[in-house]
Each structure stands twice: as C-alpha cells, then as structure tokens.
C-alpha cells in the first residue's frame, strides 16, 4: 500500500430528513451556547462593559447637564462623560477589589473579601447549571433547588442540637440532598416521560417557592416562634460557618466549600467514567445510547447532582451569608445568576470560578458605585444580560436565519 | 443545450473543494461525473445549480455566460436536478408536486390543477413513464417517486438534468429501469450530468466519463474501460475490488433469531417474523432495497429496540430482552448504519471514541476513573493497526474524513473480545480504499471464528463478503440464498419476488 493521502473531504453532510436537520440546527446552537471558548467569555463582558459605561454616562445628570450646551462647550460633556465613567469605575474597583483610601491592607483588601463572598454560592450553582449543560440539560430549576436547599438544610442548623463540628457538616449534606430531591423530580420526569426539564424546573421553582413560603408562614414547621412573620428563627452558633480570615471580614469556609466542588466537578467531567458519559450523552444522546450507555440513568444521575451543587448553594446562603434566619427570598436571585456564570464559564468548572468571581465582584461592586458615585445598581443587572446577550446571540441568530458557522466548512483532515 | 464549466474554483476556507475544473455536457449526452465521497461532485453541481457561487470560473449554457443566484434563476435558464433525496412533499398528489413552485393560476389566483395533471400525464406518455398525476406521493414506491421528481424536472423544460447519485435508494430493477430512462432522455436531445461512485452504472449508462478526485479533473475514461481502471483513476493507486476470501468454515449456530417482530412507533409491523441463524466462522448478508426493516433488525438485536415477540439467543443465552449494555457485554460489536448519528461523538477525541462503549469498567475505567495511560497506549496502538490517518489520537473525530471515521468505529468494535458482529452498512460514504480495508478486517474476523451479519444496501457488498444472504422485503425474509446467487435473483427477491428457479424479468 502506498502512502497515498487521504481526501480531505469537506463535511459530507449524511442522509437527513430535513426535521433531523431543523432539530440538529437549534440543538447545535445550543451547544454552541453553553460550551463555545473561553475567548467568546472575554469579549462577551468587555463589550457588556463598555455598554454599561455608555449607560453610566447617558444616565448621569451631570453629563446630561453639559450635553445642554454641547455645541458651544463641547469639552465639558467630554470631561463629564469622563468623570462620569472614570469615578464609576473607580468606585466599582474600591468596592469590589482594593480599597486604596484605607490605610492598611487588612481594611483595603475587605472589598475583594465581600467579592468572593458573594461569588460563594454563585460558583456553586453555576457548577451546578454548568454539570448539566455539559450533560445536554438545562437545569433552569435553580432558585427551587436553592430554596428546598435552604430550609431544609436551615431547619436542621437551627432545630437539630448538634456538636460544633459536626453540625454544619449535617446540614451541608441535608441541605444537597434537599436540592437533589427536587431536581431528581424533574431528572426522573425528563428520563421516563420526556418531559421537558426546562419546563418541569421551571414549574418547579413556583412549587418550592411557595412551598417554602408556606413552611415559613406555619408556627411549628419554619416559622420563628412568637413571630408572624414568613421568617425562620436565627441559625445555631453551632451551625453557622466560622470566618476564613478572621472575624473582621465576611468571607466564611463555604467559599472552601465552593473550590472544593470545582475541583470535584471537574475530576467528574474530565477524569471519571460518570463525566464520560454525561459528556457523550450531552453531545450525541443516540451514539452514547448505542454505545450501552443508558441515557435515562445519566438525565437523573446529572440533574440530581446538579441539585446538590444548587442545595449546597442554598446551604451557603443561610450559614453564611445570612445567618439571622431566613426569608423566601434567601435565593436572592443565584439560582437564575447561576445560568450566566455557567454560561461565561463556558460549563468549564475553572472557567465557572472565574465568571462567579466576576459576578461577585458585580455585586460588590455594584453596592459601591451606587453608594458612592449614584451609578443605579440596575446598570449592573444590565451588563450582566447584555453578557448572556452576547454570548447566546450569535449562533440564536445563526439558527434562527440557518447561517452558515463561519468557517465550519474548514473542517477537513491534514493528515 | 450545451452546458459547459470553465475553470470553476470554489474553496472552503483552506480546503479546496473544486479546482479549476472544466466539464463539458453536449446536447443528446449522458456525462458520468465520477469519484469518490467528498472529490467535490456535489459541490461542483451546487455551484451549477446556484446554490453555491464560485470563487472564479464561469457557466456557459449555448455559449452564453450564466450567473445564477439562486435554484431559481438556474430552474429558469434550463437546469434540472434530481437529489438523491427527494425534494418532494409526501401528502400531496404527483400534479400538485410537480406545480408547486410554480403553480399555474387562473383568474383570481385559483390553482389550475387540471393544466397541472395535463402537464404530467403529456410528460408522463411522452416517455412512458405511467405516473398517475392524482396519485399520493407518499403512496408511491420509490422508483415512481424518483419518476416525480424527473417530471417536475422535465416540466419547466430542463434541458441539462443533473441526477445527483440517483440509485442510491432503488432496487436493481429500479436501476435498469431509470437507466433505459436516462438513455430516451438523451436520445430526446436533454444533456444530462450522471454523478456516481458506482461502476457498474457508469459503464452501463455513460458516453463520457470525467473522474474528479480531491476537487480536480484527473482524468476522461471511455465507458468502456474496466472497474479497476476506473477504480484506480478515482483513488489514485491501484486498487483491489474483490475480496480474497477462502470458503467458510462454520461452526455451530451462534446467533439464533427466532421469529423476530418489531414494531414502529405507529404499531406498523416493520420485522415480522424472522428467523434465521448465523453460525460461528461465517458472514451472513441481509440484502434488501433500504427501508425493508434492516435497521429495525439490527436495532432489535442489539437491544436498542423494543422486541414485540420472538426470541434471540446468542450462544444458547437468551439475549432478546437485553439491555445495549448487556448484550454488548454479551461479546456482540455493533457497527451502526449512520456513523455521525449512532456511531461516534464527533466532538471527542479519537481516542475517547475508541472507549466509548467500553466506559464501564476495565481497561479503560477502574474505580469509576479514567485511565488515560492505558486509553493512550491503546488508540495510538489501534490507530496504528487500523490505518487511522489523524495527525494525532487527540484529533476530533469529526475532522476525519468519512473513511476514516468510518475505521474508528470498525476498530472500536473489532479490538474488543466479541463472538458476533453486527455490521450494518459498514462502508457506506466511505471511499474506496478504505472499503477494500474494512472489508478485509470484516473477512480476518470471521476466520478468526466470529460470526459476522452484514446488512448492506449495495449488491457489491453482499455479494463480495456473503456466505450465505438473506433477502428482506417490508420486514419480511424473502428467502436465504448461498453467497454466490446471481445479481438477478437477488435484484428480484429485493422487489419481493421469490424466483421460480430461474431469474425472471424485472417487475
């Protein structure tokens, strides 16, 4: 046999009815969606962030102020925008990272420390809607999962007479397997009868919700006694996270909690024959079913292990971030916040770290730049969409107009 | 009209699809475009069609330089196509298919059906085609379909046809019979452009051959040069059709499937009632026009299917309620028809490929890990073997070409310890080399004692590998005939028919 080269063919695209084809196409986009390059992630919130700096300036007064005689002073709009963004962003950075006006590191770094506790539970859930991009699911079930999380793992922290060491391990556990529970509902429901998940943890965000809210609002179950209020009574010292750094900053052992579960997530994705099979099942459901693989058991398997992250989440949200008892609004929003972060991160646990740093310094930062400088915390809620926006936007728009991938007929072998 | 392509170049990023390629189609010819999957046949007569434009190079039709847009404007200048996959709408009648598009309309935009099914019945006589225009598309078999899709073709008065791999789904009767139409085409004076990979059509139907291969014009072949000179012209080296094979020595049965019925789900019975056996050391063809339950089958047996009655044992085990895993675990490799649906994750590396039915434990996977070490040593072992040309094991597997593609699944399945391999389609879209490869490691394997059923669309195939074939037809066996029944028997049993004795004339 001679070393003839091999034809480098172009994508022959095989027999397909044109259904399969229209399926393939928004499946295909989806996938683009949720799993594209880190690249993508970074062009995403620099353009996010440069919309928002134009929103910044459009809603000063100031700059509107000076925009009045524009044409007969034009340097002052431009000194204004500039003021206007430059002392926004200057705010952002004091209250997300470094704090220069303080005298000493201890204080200064305080910002970057409320940072990665607000990133906390972000990182977990994004982990969480990450696991099941990567598995071909979208877990939108997130403030269920949360909230299921929360009060059960809350009923035990502040019930449960347990010993230092050991209670908040309890409720870590209690509290995973309560947001596993709820998503496994719509897991076993996706496997069995096809039911759409998106829909189901959806549906199912209502149901916990209320709920809880009912569990909250009834004397006996969660509810503080001598309180009318739909608030649980304070969680016990015993429970409740210590300090990582030390009593002067919030930043408490959940955040451990969080890079322990990147790293565990990512040996499960990368390093494990259970992120094998999510892995095939996400991509190509048919050829991990011929290749013995049972899909139905891997749709359960990742939704509930998608649930824990979510509950360890919820777990993080009452040890640590609010211990004084909680509302029906302890999610606080993560379990939607947790779609973008998963989204930027590419459903790469490393990559989901990052972006729920990132997230977490948005809100830190966000407080800051409202505090100081009168930037409307609602800016920060519009580049984190414009974020998704970009992200998801491209191959939305390739599907929905059947464009071509740009350069996606180059796929051919050099052998 | 004469069509002629002028220096036509169209490149896809680095990869060039065609290069500079000039083909001429006189009036009152049939010109075979022939090659193998992916030298750029299809993208040539894209590019003639307007779906595609060129980089550079031009279209003349009578001398006259053509721009094409769209499908449209090409339909308008005289340029029919027939796509191997229809183009038609099932629930409509063969009139309002052949209008659609261009519906003739009285006053007020009501349709003129009946100038319609005037329209395909004068077509219809004209070459003795025997459609009735009031018929349900979806009602016809598929050789009448082809029949539409030429009328509506003919009906917008092409003068160039372009039959894009136009057998792929008939029986060989269904062949002949669009052969003989092709040729009272010609002789009415349409140019007509053949693309194949089939040999034995282009001798029977071509007056000019053009082989095209990696995107250029390598070469004009007479029709009446032989398969391997052809062959050798679409690969570039020299090429061995037949596969040596000594006679089979059977062994005991080891698949035994005992009136297997399938259901879709619709409750249409599409296997009904098999029974037959393969023995140890011997290759069995299941032969059949696509569509007559093979896949089911082969899905059934496999355990991808719900089995309604019957029972399949391997060995003596009864595997007929197994799941996939189980009868994978059995020692049966299965290679699926469709490679890019069934048989890999295109986005995994080669070498996870290589494990991805054997991701339950060991070699690959010890205590729920993978071991990367040994997955490594291994596909760089069977890239090797198995002649993978990849720059590296870490390659994606959808960047391979479809033969290669095609070699990670057959390598996957063979290295495994397996006692039956179910090979359905194995070299469909796969060029000629590699075919020769895949079926030389599918006749190694059964000597080495497995027993092997090939499911194929293609005559060739069965009969180069069968020791015994079964014919199916709508889910039924028609008959088992030994390996070396003659391509008439076989084309007849495909359409249903159980000859007495003797070949008969086509249906």
């Known amino acids: ?58 809603t000063d007064p100031k700059v509107a102020a000076t925009a009045g005689y524009f044409f007969s002073r034009p340097g002052d709009t431009f000194g204004a925008i500039w003021e206007s963004i430059s002392g926004a962003y200057t705010a952002f950075f004091k209250g997300a990272i470094y704090n220069f006006s303080r005298p000493d590191f201890a204080s200064g770094i305080k910002p970057f420390t409320e940072t990665l506790t607000f990133a906390t539970p972000l990182i977990a859930a994004g982990l969480g809607v990450g696991l099941t991009f990567r598995a071909g699911l979208f877990n939108i079930g997130g403030r269920g999962q949360m909230l299921l999380g929360s009060a059960i793992g809350g009923w035990i922290a502040f019930a449960a007479p347990l010993p230092v060491g050991l209670h908040p391990v309890v409720v870590v ?81 959940g955040f451990l909690l969080s890079i322990a579960a990147v790293v565990v997530v990512w040996w499960i994705l990368e390093r494990s024959s259970l992120g094998f099979a999510f892995r095939a099942v996400g991509l190509n459901p048919r050829a991990a079913q011929t290749a013995g693989i049972n899909t139905k058991r891997i749709t359960i398997i990742a939704m509930c292990m998608s649930g824990a992250l979510l509950g360890l989440a919820g777990v993080q949200q009452v040890l640590g971030t609010v211990t004084t008892g909680f509302s029906a609004g302890i999610d606080a929003g993560i379990g939607f916040d947790a779609i973008t972060v998963a989204l930027l991160g590419r459903s790469n646990p490393w990559g989901i770290l990052a972006a729920g740093v990132l997230f977490g310094a948005f809100k830190a930062g966000g407080y800051a730049m409202q505090a100081a400088e009168g930037v409307q915390i609602d800016i920060v809620t519009v580049v984190q969409a414009l974020i998704v926006l970009f992200l998801a936007a491209p191959p939305l728009i390739r599907a929905m107009f059947r464009l071509p991938e740009p350069g996606a007929k180059r796929k051919a072998v050099k052998a | 009209m004469k069509l002629e392509l002028r220096g036509i170049t169209k490149t896809f990023g680095a990869l060039v699809a065609n290069d500079h390629i000039d083909l001429t189609v006189e009036p009152g010819e049939i010109h075979c475009l022939l090659g193998e999957n992916g030298a750029g046949k299809s993208t040539l007569m894209n590019v003639l069609y307007g779906l595609l434009q060129a980089d550079s190079g031009e279209i003349l039709l009578d001398d006259v330089v053509q721009r094409f847009k769209g499908p449209g404007e090409a339909m308008k200048a005289g340029i029919g196509m027939v796509h191997q996959h229809f183009m038609l709408i099932p629930v409509f009648t063969v009139a309002e298919n052949v209008m659609l598009g261009h519906e003739p309309t009285r006053f007020a935009g009501a349709l003129d059906l009946a100038a319609a099914r005037e329209r395909v019945r004068e077509i219809s006589a004209r070459f003795g085609f025997d459609v009735d225009p009031d018929a349900l598309v979806e009602d016809l078999p598929v050789g009448v379909q082809q029949r539409v899709e030429i009328i509506k073709a003919l009906s917008r008065d092409a003068k160039v046809l372009v039959f894009d791999e136009p057998t792929a789904v008939l ?64 690969v570039g080296r020299d090429v061995d059709l037949l596969v040596d094979r000594e006679p089979a020595k059977p062994g005991a049965p080891r698949l035994v499937v005992d009136g297997l019925t399938v259901a879709d789900h619709t409750g249409q019975l599409v296997v009904n009632d098999i029974s037959f056996e393969v023995r140890a050391g011997e290759i069995i063809g299941v032969a059949g026009v696509q569509g007559n339950g093979q896949t089911e089958l082969t899905e059934a047996l496999v355990g ?96 391979l070409s479809g033969g290669n593609q095609q070699k990670v699944v057959v390598a996957r399945e063979l290295s495994r310890e397996i006692r039956l391999l179910i090979a359905s389609q194995p070299t469909r879209g796969v060029d000629v080399g590699s075919i020769e ?32 074939i079964i014919v199916m037809y709508r889910g039924r066996i028609v008959g088992i005939v030994p390996g070396d029944a003659s391509r008439e028997t076989l084309g007849l049993m495909m359409a249903g028919e159980v000859p007495a004795g003797a070949a008969g004339e086509a249906a």
């Open chain 2, 304 to 399: 991808l299917r719900h089995v309604l009655r019957g029972r399949v044992h391997l060995d003596g085990e009864d595997i007929t309620k197994h799941k996939v895993r189980a009868v994978l675990d059995a020692g049966v490799g299965y290679i699926p028809e469709d490679r890019s649906a069934d048989g890999l994750v295109k986005q995994f590396t080669i070498a996870e490929n290589l494990m991805l039915d054997r991701s339950n434990g060991a070699p690959f996977v010890r205590f729920g890990a993978l071991q990367r070490g040994t997955l490594a040593r291994f596909a760089e072992a069977t890239v090797e073997e198995f002649d993978i040309r990849t720059p590296s094991i870490a390659e994606q597997a959808g960047r």
């Open chain 2, 437 to 468: 490869f895949i079926h030389k490691r599918i006749v190694e394997a059964r000597d080495s004692g497995v027993a092997v059923l090939v499911v194929s669309t293609e005559l060739e195939e069965i009969q180069a590998l069968s020791d015994r």
């Open chain 1, 1 to 58: 046999m001679t070393a003839t080269m091999p034809a480098p063919s172009p994508e022959q695209p095989t027999a397909q009815t044109p259904e399969e084809a229209q399926r393939g196409r928004w499946r295909q986009a989806l996938r683009e969606i949720t799993l594209g390059g880190p690249l993508i992630g970074l062009i995403a919130v620099v353009l996010a962030m440069l919309v928002g700096s134009i929103l910044i300036a459009a």
């Open chain 2, 171 to 234: 029986t060989p009767q269904e062949t002949d019979e669009l052969m003989a139409i092709m040729r009272q085409l010609r002789d009415a004076g349409t140019a007509i452009v053949f693309i194949t990979h089939k040999l034995r059509e282009v001798r029977e139907v071509a007056d000019r051959i053009t082989v095209i291969r990696l995107g250029k014009v390598v070469g004009e072949a007479s029709p009446t040069a032989s398969n391997e000179e052809l062959a050798t012209l679409m």
């Open chain 1, 173 to 253: 556990i209690v509290g995973m397997a309560a947001g596993a529970f709820w998503a496994g509902i719509a897991g076993v429901l996706k496997a069995y009868t096809g039911a759409h998940e998106v829909i189901v943890t959806i549906m199912l965000n209502y149901v916990g919700y209320y709920l809880v809210f009912w569990m909250l609002s009834t004397p006996g179950l969660l509810q503080a006694p001598g309180s009318n209020n739909p608030k649980s009574p304070p969680m016990a010292e015993t429970a409740v996270f210590p300090p990582l750094l030390g009593d002067q900053y919030n930043l408490h052992v």
